[in-house]
């Protein structure tokens, strides 16, 4: 037997190891094949993770940590724990266990005690040495009654540890490469390369931010000392993310906000005689949105203005205003909605707010035209052509706005109604319909500001947080298919008493008939079923623009009682009248979605209710649901959305146009909100990224940017 030794003294935390002499001395850009242990079929495998220069090796980061940082010795093992202990191997030995396969096992003890270690894997027994010490990293567990440690991670401890006695990286892997020979290669490229490792952030900025240096954030992203280094590497590397996504966002604002804009008059004596004619009195809310804009409009530099409100929150008038300045001086103006209904809409409104109204330059009346794709060739060439001669002064349509051949005599103001319903290239092409125009973008599923500066440039923020006065919150409540007769009773009641009803039915193109069932159908159903006494519309995607206008026609003028439809009601439908929307199916929908819908009601001056029905017992569509009918707030639900989705998922980062992000979570602002002083600061100082000590910054920019984003 022999003798028990003293256990071995912890680890020394990870320092660079003596540099490597480097064979040719490639740059940070050299392929990774030049590295010592990369061959061909190595060098294969990493291309699959992306990884084709040393450079982006040592950006390959971790996904996780393995908590091998306790150490502990074998008296004070606890079942459950991830742990590291340091040991001597006594006795090694493989034996069969049928099928073909082998256990290892080895006893280990570290003079308080020992425990016994096993393995399926036969090239273990070549790789311990009996008497020799190793550190070795792994869960506690039970066999019978003994403290065990199944297939643990070991290393010898003449070298620096790489998987035990620390947190232990854990990459994405692919076919054939293991974790521990590619924290092997990382390490190695670290000690060889991770002192190059320029720099390029100002040391101004990295001291005033207290941020590590580069090469200790990526030495320690990988082999971190302690969670709080880990923690500090983080945030290293996501301010990097932030910084660059903001330079390039700061030059492409620059680029189209550079040159100057046309100053539109938008004082009261513009204003208000608009919007006194207007049925109503803007929300305090409103009007304060409105002032922000139309100091926006006088100024030389073209607005690019963000526009919030909640659903019903009365968006459109505020946009009407600022619109009836670009009339009013002579110029025009385009608004651009994602459907046909809502420009369909838009148009009817804008007829309706601008009957009124004289344009002062011509002495007519306001002419606002509609262009859509629903309109026939001949239609549409009389529009453009009058949209080129100037006649028309407002324009308001669908993607038909920046089609070729749309061309605009003078556009001073360009809005994009639901805007996140639109990629960037979409919003490039609307503004270039004019000479540096003024932009205002309005969304009506609220984005958390820090989201809306990142996602959407250094827009201004304008946020109507105030609903017109009147208006009842709606009750929300969500019912099982089985409690669905009480949800028709209830629309019945309310027709009697005089009001209207939706009924809203997923896609029919997404969904199998089965789950949720398909508008039409219902329709049939629900006619001669259900409300054979009631006037039933059915509005779907698949209709003609004009059967679709004449559906929400009859609708808007009270001569139907339920409109049955799919999610084509979602956006901006505004039927005051119209007090229960009943959403069949109801977690098949986002919830920024099932937000939008409820908005279809709550309108005017009724009491309005949302119901739910869904027969969904888990998971995060019942969290949706609950948030549904828990909240009303348009921003709260964002934050909850926000929380569930992720922010990946949240709006779709792809679409807003950004170079995706490795390390940097748009939830957290704090870091956002430096990194954006600091490129605010840097990009004042030096726009052009053009003085010596911005050069590496400049080259990170470009490359960060890369193949992607345009920003509007
Ligand atoms: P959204 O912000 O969702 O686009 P809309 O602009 O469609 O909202 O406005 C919703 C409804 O509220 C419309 O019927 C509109 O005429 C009405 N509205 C807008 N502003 C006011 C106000 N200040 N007072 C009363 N009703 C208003
Ligand atoms: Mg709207």
Redesign the pocket.
């Known amino acids: 037997m022999p003798e028990v030794e003293s256990p071995a003294p912890p680890p020394e935390p990870l320092r660079p190891e003596p540099r490597q002499p480097r064979p040719n001395a490639p740059g940070l850009d050299a392929p990774v094949i030049r590295l010592p242990n990369i061959g061909p079929a190595f060098a294969q495998k990493l291309e699959k993770l992306g990884v084709e220069t040393v450079r982006d090796l040592l950006y390959l980061l971790p996904h996780r940590y393995d908590d091998f940082s306790q150490l502990r010795t074998i008296d004070k093992l606890k079942f459950g724990e991830e742990v590291t202990i340091i040991g001597t191997v006594w006795d090694i030995r493989t034996r069969d266990i049928g099928n073909d396969r082998k256990m290892v096992t080895a006893r280990v003890g570290d003079g308080t005690g020992e425990i016994q270690m096993t393995w399926f894997n036969p090239w273990i027994e070549k790789q311990l040495r009996v008497g020799q010490a190793y550190s070795f990293g792994g869960k506690v567990e039970t066999y019978r009654s003994d403290l065990v440690m199944r297939g643990p991670e070991f290393e010898p401890l003449d070298r620096a540890l790489l998987s035990t006695g620390r947190l232990a990286p854990v990459y994405p892997l692919t076919e054939g490469l293991s974790v521990r020979w590619l924290r092997n290669v990382i390490k190695l490229a670290l000690d060889a390369w991770g002192a190059d490792l320029p720099d390029f952030l100002p040391e101004p900025i990295r001291r005033s931010n207290g941020l590590l240096t580069l090469a200790e954030a990526i030495t320690q992203i990988h082999f971190p000392d302690n969670h709080e280094r880990l923690a500090a590497a983080h945030r290293r590397l996501s301010f990097d993310e932030f910084l660059l996504l903001q330079l390039g966002v700061l030059s492409a604002r620059e680029r189209f906000r550079g040159a100057p804009a046309r100053p539109l008059r938008a004082g009261a004596e513009v204003i208000a005689p608009f919007v006194e004619r207007l049925p109503?009195?803007?929300?305090a809310a409103?009007s304060r949105a409105l002032r922000e804009i139309a100091v926006d409009l006088e100024s030389d530099r073209p607005m690019g203005r963000l526009l919030q409100?909640d659903?019903?929150?009365?968006?459109?008038?505020v946009a009407a205003a600022a619109l009836w300045a670009a009339v009013a001086n002579g110029s025009q103006g385009a608004i651009m909605a994602p459907t046909e209904i809502l420009a369909e809409q838009h148009a009817r409104s804008f007829g309706r707010m601008f009957a009124a109204q004289v344009n002062p330059t011509s002495g007519q009346p306001v002419r606002v035209a509609l262009l859509t794709g629903a309109m026939s060739a001949g239609e549409r060439e009389e529009t453009l052509a009058a949209l080129g001669r100037g006649e028309i002064d407002l324009a308001v349509g669908t993607h038909a706005l920046i089609q070729k051949g749309v061309e605009f005599r003078d556009l001073a103001l360009a809005v994009v109604d639901e805007q996140h319903r639109f990629g960037v290239e979409q919003r490039a092409a609307l503004r270039q319909k004019g000479v540096q125009p003024h932009m205002l973008v309005m969304s009506?599923t609220p984005i958390p500001r820090s989201l809306a500066l990142t996602l959407y440039g250094d827009l201004d923020v304008s946020v109507i947080d105030e609903m017109?006065?009147g208006r009842t919150p709606i009750r929300t409540k969500w019912l099982t298919s089985s409690q669905r007769e009480r949800a028709y009773g209830f629309i019945r009641r309310q027709v009697a008493e005089g009001r209207q009803a939706f009924i809203v039915y997923p896609l029919v193109e997404e969904s199998p008939v089965s789950e949720a069932r398909a508008a039409v159908e219902e329709h049939a159903r629900l006619s001669a079923n259900i409300f054979p006494e009631l006037r039933l519309g059915l509005l779907h995607g698949r209709l003609k623009g004009e059967e679709k206008d004449s559906m929400m026609r009859a609708f808007g003028a009270g001569e139907l009682d339920i409109l049955v439809a799919t999610s084509v009601v979602e956006v901006?439908i505004?039927v005051?009248n119209a007090t229960v929307i009943m959403i069949e199916g109801a977690e098949r929908f986002g919830l920024a979605q099932l937000h939008q819908f409820r908005?279809r009601v709550g309108?005017g001056e009724h009491p309005s209710y949302c119901i739910l029905v869904s027969d969904v017992a888990e998971g995060e569509g019942v969290r949706r649901l609950e948030a549904l009918e828990n909240n009303t707030d348009g921003f709260a639900l964002a934050q909850i959305d926000l929380e569930l989705r992720g922010p990946g998922d949240f709006f779709g980062t792809r679409q807003s146009g950004l170079p995706p992000l490795k390390t940097a979570e748009l939830s957290d602002l704090r870091t956002l909100e430096d990194a954006r002083e600091a490129a605010k600061a840097v990009f004042r100082a030096d726009p052009e990224l053009a003085v010596p000590e911005h050069r590496e910054l400049a080259a990170q920019v470009a490359q960060f940017w890369r193949g992607g984003g345009d920003i509007s």
Do not use: C, E
């Open positions: 109503f009195a803007l929300t409103q409100g659903v019903g929150s009365g968006k459109t008038a009506a017109p006065a901006g505004d005051p908005g309108r």
